[in-house]
């Protein structure tokens, strides 16, 4: 019943939105209203700036999220406003324009503030991840997560840095294998796959750049924007994957598949281990399963199937988890992973 209101209240959202953005993109790119008048760009910015935040705020964010989450809202709210209502028909609103940026302004300032208090509460979580968690990832969300608190918000920020740590900062730095590391890509095609579509991505910016900065200039800046985030994204992902190993430690098991995906778990909460015999995963698990195994040009079945007794979470991408209750992995040392995980769980099973 829970599910179906969300559902619910997701479609209604949606319809209002839409329902505000089409009727004026209506105004203000057909004939229907022209010329428009000064009254209506004024009520076409009122729904811009104050109906969508309002309904995103009633729909989404209310008793679910803190309001800091309004201020990027309403400044990509403007933003929309600006690509559907005319330049000249905005001309004569400049000192909203100033009104809006000089708000935001304020607020990144007060942000800015707030954080430069915490440095040394943060500094001091930071040291003492180092000794508790093996891979940056882990140890900036364990830094956030005791400063600030475990949310949503806290998680996204963690993983945006962690895109940036391991696409610019982390080149240096080798692969830390022992004993009780497993890597899990040399006989895979991802990094391969990974280095071309980074090659698309940059072949594709280029070209698109020119031809669309001709059309709209503020859109083809945001759009090269976007497809510099993609490349960052993948070069960090391609370091994760080379530096962050699957980790068998003393109590629990730890995958990074990458920057996309970490799970930890516990021994005591390993039910079984066994080889995957079946092609391909099958559908009822899909959504209940972590897939600690690379893509590339073409898919393989995992070599095991780690089952749980209770379900954990996972992590993934801009702050998202989600429960799992299968583990599908494939590891370069197969035989050596097998052996060392059951040995493990059957010591902490005793």
């Not at 899990?184 to 072949?203: D, E, G, P, R, T």
């Not at 988890?321 to 599908?328: A, F, I, P, Q, T």
Request: glycine share 4%.
């Amino acid at each position: 019943m829970t599910f179906k209101l969300r559902n619910r209240k997701a479609y209604i959202c949606m319809a209002m939105l839409m329902a505000v953005l089409l009727s004026n993109v209506i105004l203000h790119t057909t004939s229907f209203a022209q010329p428009v008048q000064q009254g209506i760009v004024l009520g076409s910015l009122v729904d811009f700036l104050v109906v969508i935040p309002l309904i995103i705020y009633f729909f989404i964010i209310r008793k679910k999220h803190s309001l800091t989450y309004m201020a990027p809202i309403i400044l990509a709210s403007y933003l929309t406003a600006t690509f559907i209502i005319p330049e000249e028909q905005l001309s004569s609103l400049q000192f909203l324009k100033l009104i809006i940026f000089s708000i935001e302004g304020l607020f990144l300032i007060m942000a800015a503030y707030f954080v430069s208090k915490k440095v040394p509460l943060m500094r001091k979580a930071w040291n003492n991840a180092k000794t508790l968690e093996p891979f940056f990832n882990l140890r900036i969300l364990n830094t956030l997560a005791d400063v600030f608190g475990e949310k949503k918000a806290i998680r996204m920020i963690a993983s945006e840095l962690s895109v940036f740590h391991y696409s610019l900062f982390s080149w240096k730095k080798g692969t830390a294998l022992g004993s009780n590391t497993y890597t899990y890509h040399q006989k895979s095609s991802y990094i391969a796959l990974n280095i071309m579509l980074i090659h698309a991505v940059v072949l594709e910016s280029v070209g698109f750049h020119f031809w669309l900065h001709s059309i709209n200039e503020v859109l083809s800046w945001i759009l090269l924007g976007l497809n510099a985030y993609a490349v960052l994204f993948f070069l960090a992902d391609i370091r994760a994957v080379l530096s962050c190993p699957i980790r068998l430690e003393d109590d629990k098991i730890i995958f990074q598949i990458g920057i996309m995906k970490t799970l930890k778990i516990r021994y005591s909460d390993i039910k079984e281990i066994q080889q995957f015999k079946e092609e391909e995963v099958p559908k009822d698990k899909r959504n209940k399963s972590f897939n600690a195994v690379l893509g590339g040009f073409i898919p393989e079945p995992p070599q095991y199937e780690i089952i749980l007794n209770k379900s954990v979470y996972a992590s993934y991408p801009f702050g998202l988890r989600s429960k799992v209750d299968y583990v599908h992995v494939t590891v370069d040392e197969s035989q050596s992973f097998y052996g060392s995980l059951q040995e493990k769980v059957s010591n902490q099973n005793r």
